[in-house]
């Protein structure tokens, strides 16, 4: 069964960073990435990295956020720059493998103004 740990989150202030750490129980998969959400709301891509090594980003963060990963450690991250009030979410890992989708616990980012 795939297992995603995430960590990282938090409270910070606006203009401020925070990188968030998704360590997958298995080292290969066709997509990883990060969504969020907010109450009310349907969960929305941010960001993702494929196996290729592509990556995609929401244009709201786009300059601001960035997806990498370690394979060694089968892990990836968020590195999260420049954060805005709006950014305020929780934030989840998503790894997807032949057509499955697997997600993390999700993890609380703050952004306070």
């Known amino acids: 069964q795939v297992q995603l740990v995430e960590s990282g989150g938090g409270l910070v202030q606006a203009g401020g960073s925070l990188r968030l750490s998704c360590a997958a129980s298995?080292?290969?998969?066709?997509?990883m990435g990060w969504y969020r959400q907010t109450p009310g709301k349907q969960r929305e891509p941010v960001a993702v990295i494929r196996n290729s090594g592509s990556t995609n980003y929401v244009d709201s963060i786009k300059g601001r956020f960035t997806i990498s990963r370690d394979n060694a450690k089968n892990t990836v991250y968020l590195q999260m720059n420049s954060l805005k009030p709006e950014d305020t979410a929780v934030y989840y890992c998503?790894?997807?493998?032949?057509?499955?989708?697997?997600w993390g616990q999700g993890t609380q980012v703050t952004v306070s103004s």
């Open positions: 298995i080292s290969l998969f066709h997509a």
């Open positions: 998503n790894l997807e493998l032949s057509g499955i989708h697997y």
